[in-house]
């Protein structure tokens, strides 16, 4: 059986961009194409060096993992250990799928033009074969992909989020919410969405039990039984539309700060607005707040919850 370098070359250039393209549309990466040639390239010449055996070494199972690291890192600039090894790790998945699906497609069609020589796949099957053995691999890793983002997606929107308000701080669970457009009208303020019963660990019980009063503006009765009067300054009257009621009034106030945990980050505000809500946002106490895409740097997509908007 002849075999030539090129060839090799070739489909192991093209198969690598496949890979490398299917790795970084799955995981939402601004790509540059001549980034994934460069990568792809890079690993066609390494499996002709292997296929050759001129340097045994580069055989060895610790080359392949930092050829591995180096065609990531220059197909997709990443930045950081921690966005190399995520990207790394669906690196390695993708091509465990799609090297099952072409050398699956590849047995069937023509079995007997199949070998591997010092750990590469050769023969004189049509490279069109183990490009579409590529393509087949891409699709179902991107199905699967959707499956499971779907199933974990309510998971994975659920944040910590930490309220302080004069000195004194509450932990609670909020949900993302694409419908939460809710924003305090003077200052443009984003709005985190808070059920009562939260805030009372660090807000007056005199203050939260008179909501309707403080918005309808009939304060008279209990105004002054408030002992803490730097509350008073930070209340807000929001406007909001929901399902079920229009142009309606929320009481607000203005948090020192509101931290939200994401992942091993902690993002910081100190512009935040936490609207009051009577009633309860989660049958099953799951959450206890709605949290809109404007505090968030990623973007997410999901039915609203309550469809708050301002």
């Given at each position: 059986?002849?075999?030539?370098?090129?060839?090799?070359?070739?489909?192991?250039?093209?198969m690598?961009?496949?890979?490398?393209?299917?790795?970084?549309?799955?995981?939402?990466?601004?790509?540059?194409?001549?980034?994934?040639?460069?990568?792809?390239?890079?690993?066609?010449?390494?499996?002709?060096?292997?296929?050759?055996?001129?340097?045994?070494?580069?055989?060895?199972?610790?080359?392949k993992?930092?050829?591995?690291?180096?065609?990531?890192?220059?197909?997709?600039?990443?930045?950081?250990?921690?966005?190399?090894?995520?990207?790394?790790?669906?690196?390695?998945?993708?091509?465990?799928?799609?090297?099952?699906?072409?050398?699956?497609?590849?047995?069937?069609i023509?079995?007997?033009?199949?070998?591997?020589?010092?750990?590469?796949?050769?023969?004189?099957?049509?490279?069109?074969?183990?490009?579409?053995?590529?393509?087949?691999?891409?699709?179902?890793?991107?199905?699967?992909?959707?499956?499971?983002?779907t199933?974990?997606?309510?998971?994975?929107?659920?944040?910590?989020?930490?309220?302080?308000?004069?000195?004194?701080?509450?932990?609670?669970?909020?949900?993302?919410?694409?419908?939460n457009?809710?924003?305090?009208?003077?200052?443009?303020?984003?709005?985190?969405?808070?059920?009562?019963?939260?805030?009372?660990?660090?807000?007056?019980?005199?203050?939260?039990?008179?909501?309707?009063e403080?918005?309808?503006?009939?304060q008279?009765?209990?105004?002054?039984e408030?002992?803490?009067?730097?509350?008073?300054?930070?209340?807000?009257?929001?406007?909001?539309?929901?399902?079920g009621?229009?142009?309606?009034?929320?009481?607000?106030?203005?948090a020192?700060?509101?931290?939200?945990?994401?992942?091993?980050?902690?993002?910081?505000?100190?512009?935040?607005?936490?609207?009051?809500?009577?009633?309860?946002?989660?049958?099953?106490?799951?959450?206890?707040?709605l949290?809109?895409?404007?505090?968030?740097?990623?973007?997410?997509?999901?039915?609203?919850?309550?469809?708050?908007?301002?």
């Amino acid at each position: 059986m002849t075999i030539y370098l090129d060839v090799v070359l070739l489909e192991n250039l093209c198969m690598n961009y496949i890979i490398l393209f299917a790795t970084g549309y799955i995981m939402k990466i601004k790509m540059k194409q001549w980034r994934l040639v460069i990568s792809g390239l890079l690993g066609g010449v390494y499996a002709v060096v292997s296929y050759l055996n001129i340097l045994p070494i580069y055989s060895r199972l610790e080359m392949k993992i930092l050829l591995s690291v180096i065609m990531v890192y220059l197909a997709y600039h990443s930045k950081g250990i921690k966005q190399l090894g995520k990207q790394l790790v669906i690196f390695y998945l993708i091509s465990f799928a799609f090297g099952g699906c072409a050398f699956a497609l590849l047995y069937f069609i023509r079995p007997q033009d199949v070998l591997i020589q010092n750990g590469v796949y050769v023969g004189t099957y049509p490279i069109k074969i183990a490009l579409l053995g590529g393509v087949v691999g891409f699709i179902i890793t991107y199905i699967a992909f959707r499956v499971v983002k779907t199933k974990m997606k309510k998971k994975d929107m659920i944040y910590i989020v930490t309220i302080k308000i004069n000195e004194k701080q509450v932990t609670l669970k909020a949900i993302l919410d694409t419908g939460n457009l809710l924003k305090e009208p003077i200052t443009g303020m984003p709005v985190i969405v808070v059920e009562k019963q939260e805030l009372y660990s660090i807000l007056p019980a005199n203050l939260l039990n008179h909501i309707d009063e403080l918005i309808g503006g009939d304060q008279n009765n209990f105004i002054e039984e408030i002992e803490e009067k730097e509350y008073l300054k930070k209340l807000r009257i929001i406007p909001f539309s929901s399902i079920g009621k229009q142009n309606g009034l929320m009481l607000g106030l203005k948090a020192d700060e509101v931290i939200i945990q994401k992942e091993e980050e902690q993002e910081k505000n100190q512009n935040v607005i936490i609207g009051i809500f009577s009633e309860q946002l989660s049958k099953n106490h799951s959450y206890s707040a709605l949290i809109g895409l404007e505090l968030l740097e990623r973007s997410e997509s999901s039915e609203p919850i309550t469809n708050f908007k301002g």
